[in-house]
């Protein structure tokens, strides 16, 4: 199992290492790996920080229920 003390972008990166090609969303016939989603975000994470997002930085995310929208909540997390 995983460690209760992870935070949320920890377990979702401790899962992308365990099971990188299982599918972590779909919608409709669209899918996406727990690999991609991880490195989505982890790219959209590195552009926010180079942008001067930080740790207790408030970000506003305003999309409509998709991938995008959870990669970005993911990427704010980490």
């Known amino acids: 199992m995983f460690m209760s003390n992870l935070t949320i972008s920890d377990t979702f990166s401790e899962i992308a290492t365990r099971y990188p090609g299982k599918t972590a969303l ?5 899918r996406m790996t727990y690999r991609e989603v991880n490195e989505k975000a982890n790219q959209l994470a590195h552009n926010l920080i180079e942008q001067g997002v930080g740790t207790e930085s ?21």
Do not use: H, T
């Open 26 to 30: 779909q919608f409709g016939n669209q």
């Open 58 to 78: 408030l970000v506003p995310i305003c999309l409509d229920r998709s991938f995008e929208m959870i990669i970005g909540l993911l990427a704010i997390m980490k």
